[in-house]
């Protein structure tokens, strides 16, 4: 049940286990490909409040402290301030394990 928002491809959900600096956003693009993005706004890094979430719609992500957009998608800049994507860590998966490694893509 944790991770029911990814059993069909588009869905979307947070994974704040101890990943990234403030999170994740994992992204369901199929059944063996997955976007992990940094929850870290790139329009202020630094700034505590800096926090991407998911909108309620679920159609993109947003940081409601700067008011940044973001594509679900593709982790680039929709709206607002922000002109650097989200960062993307390299995500592998093996039968039914995912593993979202250090990696950077982007």
Partial sequence: ????????????????????????????????????????????????SSTVEIHPSTIYLTDYSCKSQFSKETGLPQGGPAWRPLRQYHTDVTGNILTITSDVIN
């Fill in 1 to 48: 049940p944790l991770y029911n928002a990814l059993r069909n491809d588009g869905g979307v959900m947070l994974y704040n286990n101890n990943a990234g600096i403030r999170g994740l956003i994992l992204y369901r693009v199929s059944a063996t490909s997955y976007h992990a993005y940094e929850r870290n706004c790139s329009y202020h890094p630094n700034e505590a």
